[in-house]
């Protein structure tokens, strides 16, 4: 490992794209929470940092729009031989009553339209899990400056009379959805019940996929065609189930900066934590790391200690079934 020596600027890297993961924008969120959430204050400073770095906002559906799809020689490719063909049964526990059947399930993403070139230094921002301020206070803030964002909704956590695995805190409700639009924000699903995808069996992750984008499509009268892994949760399993849900992009964590090459079906995103300042987000506009944290550009492989994580969550998922992993 080389030591820290370099200065920011020469960890500057041409191409990076900041993908900002926020949560809740609040002064009193609970503990659990409340690592990462930062005040209406802050964000407010953020945001202003955002519109002086010169970057141009997009939604994750324009970013998506110009990655790679998955194809030979990029590591989402599919296996020749498909594993028995998803049959996600809408009798799995989580599907409530199944839609009227004339739209079957959403087809795998097909190659995108030529569009429009990405626009120079793009910026994406993004909100999990659907906070009672995201369609308040959050939106305004964004709305004031006119910057299009990207809210990943769980819907078990803002359903009323359905649970989640997030522990209690003030949610938005599923109602809301479309105000969120009409500020300008894109919305994409962020599963049911909130599980680490990554050790749910077949029929339990194809129904979780599966719900939760159409009780989003259901309240908001068109197709919801992102997603947003729970605690960025992944695995090559999860990303192809993702697509035969019929998403077309999905974002991770990963702790990078996303690019042009990344993966459709595990962006890159950087939380947003309590302590990062405008020094941190002014640093990530520039297309370098926050202070103290590591410089890298997806696409990369797994590490082997993800590799191992990965293998100890879902040994324990065996045992003691799904639960919060935050
Ligand atoms: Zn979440």
Redesign the pocket.
């Known amino acids: 490992m080389r030591a820290p020596d370099a200065s920011a600027r020469a960890l500057r890297t041409p191409g990076a794209i900041p993908v900002l993961l926020y949560h809740a924008v609040m002064d009193d969120p609970p503990s659990w929470i409340a690592e990462f959430t930062v005040t209406p204050r802050d964000f407010a400073a953020h945001l202003d940092a955002i519109v002086a770095g010169g970057r141009t906002p997009i939604t994750v559906s324009t970013l998506a729009d110009h990655l790679p799809a998955a194809s030979p020689g990029h590591r989402t490719h599919r296996p020749t031989t498909f594993p028995s063909a998803p049959e996600a049964s809408p009798s799995a526990s989580l599907s409530a009553s199944p839609p009227p059947p004339p739209s079957t399930p959403a087809p795998p993403p097909a190659p995108a339209p030529p569009v429009a070139p990405l626009p120079p230094r793009p910026v994406v921002l993004t909100f999990?899990?659907g906070f009672a301020d995201l369609p308040g206070p959050t939106a305004e803030a964004l709305a004031a400056r006119a910057l299009p964002a990207t809210a990943y909704l769980?819907t078990g956590a803002i359903t009323p009379g359905r649970t989640s695995l997030l522990p209690p805190a003030p949610m938005m409700r599923l109602a809301q959805a479309p105000a969120l639009e009409s500020y300008g924000m894109e919305v994409g699903a962020?599963t049911v019940t909130?599980p680490p995808l990554d050790t749910l069996r077949p029929a339990a992750l194809l129904g979780e996929l599966r719900a939760s984008k159409q009780a989003l499509e259901d309240t908001l009268g068109h197709e919801v065609a992102h997603l947003a892994y729970?605690?960025g949760y992944n695995s090559r399993a999860v990303r192809r189930a993702a697509a035969s849900a019929g998403y077309s992009s999905a974002v991770a964590v990963r702790h990078a900066l996303s690019s042009a090459h990344d993966e459709p079906y595990r962006i890159a995103r950087l939380i947003v934590r309590r302590r990062h300042t405008v020094a941190d987000v002014e640093a990530w506009m520039a297309g370098a790391p926050a202070r103290g944290e590591r410089a890298r550009v997806a696409p990369f492989p797994d590490s082997p200690a993800t590799l191992g994580w990965r293998l100890y969550r879902s040994a324990r998922a065996r045992v003691r079934g799904p639960e919060f992993a935050g």
């Open positions: 999990d899990d769980t962020h909130h729970p605690h």
